[in-house]
């Protein structure tokens, strides 16, 4: 396969887009860290497989930022790795075999297109860790899915990200795992990764993710009403992580009411 540098190289963003970049990075994480009250949105569909729809759903969005840009940061989810259905990174077109150089090169075009046409840098969720510097230029959130959380790889490779990474609870809806991914992803670390010896100084940005799961009966429980979300950041703080962002209540003006232990409940999430 072609080297992510190769890919780069051949599929470059241009100076203003990384300079677009740079700007939506820094609000985000200001989000995150608790210096920009606004609200962080993480929007649209779980799976991006078809150019010209992507595109099209994003730049819808770009007036709704418009018009929320007081209270509310979007970052549109653009998942090009999903493996329960067609992919892109994968099968690019799904009425011909899989192609993996071609799966890389069009995940990568999508997202430079999505940015230069709707002014909004986005998200993905990381399934496979060494398709991570093939976007790593591009991409303003990273995701880590529950079937991933547990996997050393993802949580080492989370580590040396410079952007917020969300990480998810295992479908069985557990904390701990969820918690142990993000003290591992904000701790640093030495590993291999794509053939090369990697030092990381830890990504203080990882948080969690309330996704739900299943249990022992298969049915399917939530785990994110707010006797769940008192519960998690009472652990979060007596494991002592950075940052938590999680929904919670608000008040009849629509402002955070509850701070605990230095970590904020906020409409939204």
């Known amino acids: 396969l072609p080297t992510p540098a190769d890919i780069k190289r051949d599929y470059p963003l241009s100076p203003e887009l990384r300079e677009l970049k740079k700007h939506r990075d820094l609000m985000i994480s200001d989000v995150i860290t608790g210096k920009d009250s606004r609200v962080l949105v993480i929007i649209g569909p779980c799976s991006a497989d078809n150019e010209d729809s992507v595109c099209d759903y994003v730049s819808r969005l770009t007036k709704i930022q418009e018009d929320v840009k007081d209270q509310v940061i979007l970052v549109p989810r653009i998942y090009t790795n999903k493996p329960r259905t067609t992919g892109i990174a994968s099968q690019p077109d799904p009425e011909k075999a899989p192609d993996m150089i071609e799966g890389l090169i069009a995940m990568r075009k999508m997202h430079i297109r999505a940015i230069e046409e709707s002014g909004l840098t986005c998200a993905d969720e990381m399934l496979y860790p060494e398709n991570w510097g093939y976007v790593e230029d591009l991409l303003s959130y990273v995701a ?87 519960r998690l950041v009472e652990v979060y703080g007596q494991k002592n992580l950075k940052y938590a962002l999680i929904p919670g209540d608000v008040d009849k003006d629509g402002k955070q009411i509850k701070k605990y232990k230095g970590f904020m409940l906020r409409n939204g999430g």
């Not at 003290?183 to 030092?199: E, L, T, W």
């Open 144 to 230: 880590i899915g529950a079937r991933s959380v547990e996997d050393q790889q993802h949580r080492l490779t989370a580590s040396g990200m410079d952007i917020p990474v969300g990480m998810k609870n295992p479908t069985s809806g557990d904390f701990s795992v969820m918690l142990n991914s993000v003290i591992a992803a904000q701790s640093s670390h030495n590993f291999i990764y794509r053939g090369m010896d990697v030092s990381t100084d830890g990504n203080d940005l990882a948080h969690v993710i309330l996704r739900g799961g299943v249990d022992k009966y298969g049915t399917c429980i939530p785990n994110y009403h707010y006797e769940d979300l008192v």
